[in-house]
């Protein structure tokens, strides 16, 4: 870790990088002080569980092979994200204030306000909320170019990105407004997730079959396990930062167990294994069918309500239910977006095979 240990001690390269960080935050702060439930707002759009709650649902229930893309886009963002962050180890600026504070006394370091949503306990580099939110609507802006627009003309396609940019500069500003990353985690979440969406979009998802499901659930479980046994043989713990958010974290109530990269693993796994399903269902009910606007928008309502719904579903659980839990909710998400609310609204048009 780079926080300083004792009085005297050369701050290495990542403690001016941290040092810089908050005082851009503490500038931030200030500039935004009046606006605390906006940035809040703005954090809350960048959320990686609404990539699906909604903008998984909207996607794909206007385009399916959209929406499809736009799924895998958010479990592998999220996941890789998840890797990525237990490797560089990174710290959140709310705890490394109040550490460097604890050991070194000649520095002089701003202190930062805390929020409701400040106290994430994942390790910080790169940021999720930046990676998930910059992969997702970069295939939702692209999709809406290659669909959506009956002409793409310079102007349209110009709104499209302006949008995006404006959007995803939003999220990271409110990201450092709350004091849970350093700016240069949202710079690295946002370019990574950019560019994982640029290689995902030329894979064909549209097509695979519960198989594929099957094997890509069981790869990221593989390589969740096999990055935390390393972490460990290395003599690291890999759970080091939920220690640094309880111990920071200005008030208990504050932590919350769904912002662990455990959970993040178990809402990519099931929901790729809830899609299979849904998709294996589908196809044997041969409910590729063609739809108008009116029913697309019934489809868009119910699925929004589904998600909602069952994510506002909360039990007090033990550790383990409780991943338990999230896995049957997320799964049971996507079998209800995929086949059982377009079973509802399109079952007039669906032949059975017999």
């Not at 404006?166 to 370019?191: D, K, M, W």
């Not at 809830?274 to 928008?297: D, H, P, S, T, Y």
């Not at 839990?325 to 095979?353: L, T």
Request: with cysteine; hydrophobic share 45%.
């Amino acid at each position: 870790m780079t926080i300083l240990e004792m009085d005297g001690v050369e701050p290495g390269i990542m403690d001016y990088v941290h040092l810089q960080g908050v005082q851009i935050i503490h500038q931030i702060q200030h500039t935004f002080r009046h606006h605390v439930d906006l940035m809040q707002m703005l954090t809350r759009v960048g959320d990686p569980r609404y990539a699906f709650l909604i903008y998984f649902p909207l996607a794909y229930c206007f385009h399916r092979s959209s929406g499809t893309r736009v799924l895998w886009i958010a479990c592998l963002s999220e996941w890789l994200n998840g890797i990525l962050k237990w490797i560089l180890h990174g710290e959140r600026p709310y705890w490394w204030v109040k550490e460097v504070k604890l050991h070194d006394h000649v520095l002089s370091i701003p202190s930062l306000e805390q929020y409701s949503l400040t106290c994430e306990t994942g390790p910080g580099s790169p940021s999720g909320h930046a990676m998930v939110t910059s992969a997702v609507l970069y295939s939702i802006g692209t999709s809406f170019i290659k669909h959506g627009l009956k002409q793409t003309r310079p102007l349209e396609r110009a709104l499209v990105w302006i949008s995006f940019v404006v959007v995803l500069v939003a999220v990271n500003v409110s990201r450092l407004f709350i004091a849970t990353h350093f700016p240069h985690q949202v710079v690295a979440g946002s370019l990574t997730g950019i560019l994982l969406a640029e290689v995902v979009k030329h894979e064909h998802t549209s097509n695979l079959t519960i198989k594929h499901y099957v094997f890509w659930g069981l790869f990221l479980t593989t390589g969740v396990f096999l990055t935390y046994y390393a972490i460990s043989v290395l003599g690291l713990d890999p759970l080091w930062s939920l220690t640094y958010a309880k111990k920071w974290c200005a008030n208990s109530d504050w932590v919350h167990p769904d912002t662990t990269p455990f959970f993040a693993f178990v809402r990519d796994v099931s929901s790729l294994m809830g899609f299979g399903v849904g998709i294996l269902l589908q196809n044997r009910k041969k409910m590729a069918v063609e739809v108008g606007m009116g029913q697309k928008l019934i489809h868009v309502i119910l699925s929004l309500i589904w998600t909602l719904s069952i994510e506002n579903l909360k039990f007090s659980t033990s550790t383990l239910l409780f991943y338990a839990v999230g896995f049957f909710k997320f799964s049971i998400m996507m079998i209800g977006v995929v086949y059982v609310i377009p079973w509802i609204v399109f079952k007039n048009k669906i032949k059975e095979k017999y």
